[in-house]
């Protein structure tokens, strides 16, 4: 899909790779960016640079979604791209807490449920619109420390799987951004608990936003930032017990790094 004319909302807009999408959109000729974000100051600031609209949403509340999809679809008769962008991290396993799980559960998962429910519709009446869904190389290879991350961002991606399924033959397009490290303050939060083995091969948001630039053009489902994480994916698909193997020894050797 051409991005230029279009309508694009982009949550998490405010900073990380959600900034930076919604500042390569502009420039590549979208006729209106509308920057979402819990943090309105940030999505305001945002919107300036690009001459967007900025909207506070607070992703976990389908009552936000509804009201972001609303307002858009009022002002500017139609959304033709939506980029539900907006994530967060937990760290742990089953020992996390309840209240840790859930809110996880509903920024990673529900937020693109309620962009779902809301903007389909409208693109399907259409027959044209596309979904963007910011997800994550650990939706395809979990996540060695983060169990509620791995496993939100898992099912995240088989959402959006199902939404391609189920409308792809009707005009929907979607897309699965599926980054391994990328500059961000999530990043930096986890190099501050000492975990360092993605920041090697880390991308600037801005290079992330040009290959999504790209995959939207394309009309490409996955959205590989960096490329190695098909190899990862194919071999675990190839040999699931061989790959489980591997993980274990990647968390052991980061968990215990050779001095």
């Known amino acids: 899909m051409d991005v230029t004319g279009r309508v694009i909302v982009v949550t998490g807009g405010a900073k990380g790779i959600g900034r930076a999408l919604a500042k390569r959109l502009a420039t590549a000729g979208a006729k209106a960016v509308v920057v979402a974000d819990i943090d309105l100051e940030g999505a305001s600031a945002v919107a300036r640079e690009i001459d967007g609209t900025a909207v506070r949403c607070d992703v976990s509340r389908e009552a936000d979604v509804k009201e972001l999809v609303d307002r858009v679809e009022a002002e500017q008769g139609r959304i033709d791209i939506f980029c539900s962008n907006a994530g967060i991290a937990v760290g742990g396993g089953p020992e996390a807490s309840d209240d840790q799980w859930q809110r996880i559960w509903d920024v990673n998962l529900m937020s693109h449920v309620f962009v779902a429910r809301h903007a389909l519709p409208h693109m399907l009446k259409r027959g044209e619109g596309y ?54 303050d999530m990043l930096a939060a986890e190099r501050r608990l000492g975990l360092n083995f993605l920041t090697e091969s880390a991308l600037e948001p801005d290079a992330v936003a040009e290959i999504v630039l790209q995959g939207i053009h394309d009309e490409k489902f996955l959205i590989l930032p960096h490329p190695e994480v098909a190899e990862y994916f194919r071999r675990k698909a190839e040999d699931y017990d061989r790959w489980l193997r591997g993980m274990r020894r990647l968390r052991t050797s980061i968990a215990r790094p050779s001095t």
């Open 131 to 184: 979904l963007l869904g910011t997800v994550s190389a650990a939706g395809l290879l979990n996540h060695v420390f983060a169990a509620p991350y791995g496993v939100t961002k898992a099912a995240a991606l088989s959402l959006f799987e199902w939404l391609s399924i189920a409308h792809g033959d009707q005009g929907l397009r979607v897309s699965c951004l599926c980054p391994q490290g990328v500059k961000t």
